[in-house]
């Protein structure tokens, strides 16, 4: 079974800078996919960035990009110029590339609480 | 273009009685996932459905829950004598079929009280 370990369970930024949130997985399969979900205080889950683990180019959607580093199954998200609304629970989540049984289920870590500091 | 619908949004229920969940997909979307945060934790897996069809519920206990998804109408998460344990946000995914499972989109959840 896959696990996500997010070891960082609250951080907090000043607005207009630059934060790190840590995320290590465990799996024994070479193919998979990896996500970060953002949860505001409203609860909606909101996907924030995917990366696919096939792909040596790290994802980037505007002011959040990843680094993945596959061998050490490191998934680390960064968040640039960090704006009040960035303020929320980020979840990192895996899924498995593989069909067959499990093979659409999203296992999350237990989430980093960010406060985005005026 | 609505999003994925879950209601009601907050239900609170006493020890022993029913909850019942409901989460309308996404238009076009056929397959749904229910997921369960537990305070402090992240979302753990609990059931994923195809129009008439359960298609995984390892996730789910054994007792007292269960889940539907018919032909016409929302999915219903069925929680039946419900405890305190149970006290929980719980989500609905919908995603469209032909293997797009990447693009689970999320319904803003329900939070269940028990008392």
């Known amino acids: 079974a896959q696990t996500v370990t997010q070891s960082q369970p609250e951080m907090s930024v000043q607005e207009a800078e630059t934060v790190t949130l840590s995320c290590t997985y465990d799996t024994s399969e070479s193919n998979y996919y990896l996500f970060w979900y953002k949860q505001p205080p409203s609860r909606q889950m909101i996907l924030v960035i995917r990366?696919?683990?096939?792909?040596?180019q790290n994802a980037t959607e505007n002011r959040f990009s990843v680094n993945f580093q596959k061998a050490a199954k490191s998934f680390s998200l960064k968040i640039s110029d960090s704006q009040l609304g960035d303020t929320a629970m980020y979840f990192c989540a895996f899924m498995t590339a593989y069909s067959g049984a499990g093979s659409y289920q999203l296992t999350f870590g237990k989430g980093t609480k960010l406060s985005v500091i005026p | 273009n609505a999003g994925v619908m879950q209601n009601p949004r907050h239900l609170v229920r006493r020890r022993g009685q029913e909850a019942r969940l409901r989460c309308s997909p996404m238009?076009?979307?056929?397959?749904v996932y229910w997921y369960r945060q537990l305070p402090e934790e992240g979302l753990k897996f609990m059931v994923y459905l195809q129009k008439e069809n359960i298609i995984d519920e390892s996730g789910m206990p054994k007792e007292r829950f269960s889940a539907e998804f018919p032909k016409e109408g929302p999915s219903i998460l069925r929680i039946q004598q419900v405890v305190r344990g149970d006290s929980a946000a719980y989500f609905c995914?919908?995603?469209?079929?032909?293997?797009?499972?990447?693009?689970?989109?999320f319904g803003p959840g329900t939070r269940l009280t028990v008392t």
């Open positions: 238009k076009g979307h056929s397959h």
């Open positions: 995914a919908s995603s469209p079929a032909g293997g797009a499972r990447l693009e689970q989109y």
């Open positions: 990366q696919e683990a096939y792909k040596q």
